[in-house]
T-cell receptor, first 113, second 113 residues
Framework: EPEVTQTPSHQVTQMGQEVILRCVPISNHLYFYWYRQILGQKVEFLVS????????KSEIFDDQFSVERPDGSNFTLKIRSTKLEDSAMYFC???????????FGPGTRLLVL | GENVEQHPSTLSVQEGDSAVIKCTYS??????FPWYKQELGKGPQLIID?????GEKKDQRIAVTLNKTAKHFSLHITETQPEDSAVYFCAASHPNTGNQFYFGTGTSLTVIP
């Protein structure tokens, strides 16, 4: 069964450093998402992406964040200058078309020291 | 924006008993309500979903009910098994917000053998 994959599974970085989190959505899916989950809290929406552009973003997704689909398979989330409060589990999700459910990847646990 | 509340935050049941998790939502435009199961260290996995034109949906031991008037929906797990132990999240979405998911705070279910 096709699934969303994410790399790395864990990332430790120093405050102020740039990180890139990578996702490979399910191959025929058209809509892509990033969510984050701070330890013990709910999953929060960051950004949605369709047709090579951001379709919606939350207030969390400030100028330090960016997303890109550099080729036909990868979908990346970049944090330019990490802060301590960026420590969280980051989930990528994708769905095939409007109104259908989203399938989540296993997540990347980011720890900012 | 949409606000999803979920109760209880923790739930312990004896193996074989039923478990019920309840969610409320605030935006009457929401029309899609998935339930995800998250095991330790893994991403959320869809277990069942319901759309606003349906009042109840069942899949083997799992069922979801939706009351649009009261704006609440519930997950019912019957004949619980130890492998049902996980964190369960409800979510709501609607087209006006790009189908981003608004998640509840999660319920940690423990099934005691």
């Amino acid at each position: 069964e096709p699934e969303v994959t994410q790399t790395p599974s864990h990332q430790v970085t120093q405050m102020g450093q740039e990180v890139i989190l990578r996702c490979v959505p399910i191959s025929n899916h058209l809509y892509f998402y990033w969510y984050r989950q701070i330890l013990g809290q709910k999953v929060e929406f960051l950004v949605s992406f369709y047709n090579n552009e951001i379709s919606e973003k939350s207030e969390i997704f400030d100028d330090q964040f960016s997303v890109e689909r550099p080729d036909g398979s990868n979908f990346t989330l970049k944090i330019r200058s990490t802060k301590l409060e960026d420590s969280a589990m980051y989930f990528c999700a994708s769905r095939i078309e409007w109104g259908e459910t989203q399938y989540f990847g296993p997540g990347t646990r980011l720890l900012v020291l | 924006g949409e606000n999803v509340e979920q109760h209880p935050s923790t739930l312990s049941v004896q193996e074989g008993d039923s478990a019920v998790i309840k969610c409320t939502y605030s935006d009457s435009a929401s029309n899609y309500f998935p339930w995800y199961k998250q095991e330790l260290g893994k991403g959320p996995q869809l277990i069942i979903d319901i759309r606003s034109n349906v009042g109840e949906k069942k899949d083997q031991r799992i069922a979801v009910t939706l009351n649009k008037t009261a704006k609440h929906f519930s997950l019912h797990i019957t004949e619980t098994q130890p492998e049902d132990s996980a964190v369960y999240f409800c979510a709501a979405s609607h087209p006006n917000t790009g189908n981003q998911f608004y998640f509840g705070t999660g319920t940690s279910l423990t099934v005691i053998p």
